[in-house]
């Protein structure tokens, strides 16, 4: 059973331009969450998907940032017009239920971001 | 509103000493504790949970720690520290509010250095 998959590992733009970070859940898992992670600090929640559906996008900025979980297919962040601010690494999370806080969620290695 | 504190942003330690990295908590309910390792360019390991069951919470990789709601503390140790263990260390608490999924709220994270 492969783990939570995010591809790319690694993207550079230039300011100004889109980024796309996907995320593959654990099979069987239909629950996915964003966190975003700057230099030197910690996690930061962003977005709670499920599949058609978001549910929870407190954490996400107003502008120029959105989310997505098809029914077929891995789940994307998307991120227009990027600016130096925008560089950071960006983790994927999965779940199979929402239904108990302490359900363990699975991390993806992470995308990181580099805005030049 | 949920936070979680952790007091050591680095820990330098030599090879077969012992661990403490310390970990405040601030919540209203009894909440749900993580502690996560990220080694680098690598993913969100789960070393341990605590969910309100026993108070002392054995992980993996010989890590555990103690829940003490009179000290508002969560401290991770470990009796005898390996070259394998230098990382990045997050404490976690699931926000009790998210309506019943895993919204994470992430210490600052303490960077274990581990020296022969």
């Known amino acids: 059973n492969a783990g939570v998959m995010q591809n790319p590992r690694h993207l550079v733009r230039r300011r100004g331009q889109e980024a796309r970070l996907r995320c593959s859940p654990m099979?069987?898992?239909?629950?996915v969450y964003w966190y975003r992670q700057l230099p030197e600090e910690g996690l930061k929640f962003m977005v709670y998907?499920?599949?058609?559906?978001?549910?929870?996008e407190s954490g996400m900025p107003k502008e120029r940032f959105s989310a997505e979980f098809p029914k077929e297919g891995p789940s994307i962040l998307r991120i227009q017009q990027v600016v130096r601010g925008d560089s950071a690494a960006y983790f994927c999370?999965?779940?199979?239920?929402?239904?108990?806080?302490?359900?363990?969620?699975?991390f993806g290695q992470g995308t990181r971001l580099t805005v030049v | 509103a949920q936070s979680v504190t952790q007091l050591d942003s680095h820990v330098s330690v030599s090879e077969g000493t012992p661990v403490l990295l310390r970990c405040n908590y601030s919540s209203s309910y009894s909440p749900s504790l993580f502690w996560y390792v990220q080694h680098p360019n690598k993913g969100l390991q789960l070393l341990l949970k605590y969910t309100s069951a026993a108070t002392l919470v054995k992980g993996i990789n010989g890590f555990e720690a103690e829940f003490k709601k009179s000290e508002t503390s969560f401290h991770l140790t470990k009796p005898s520290a390996h070259m394998s263990d230098a990382a990045e260390y997050f404490c976690?608490?699931?926000?009790?509010?998210?309506?019943?999924?895993?919204?994470?709220?992430f210490g600052a994270g303490t960077r274990l250095a581990v020296h022969p």
């Open positions: 099979k069987g898992h239909s629950h």
């Open positions: 998907l499920q599949k058609e559906n978001i549910i929870d």
């Open positions: 976690v608490v699931s926000d009790p509010f998210s309506g019943g999924y895993n919204k994470l709220i």
């Open positions: 999370a999965s779940s199979p239920r929402k239904d108990r806080v302490n359900t363990e969620a699975f």
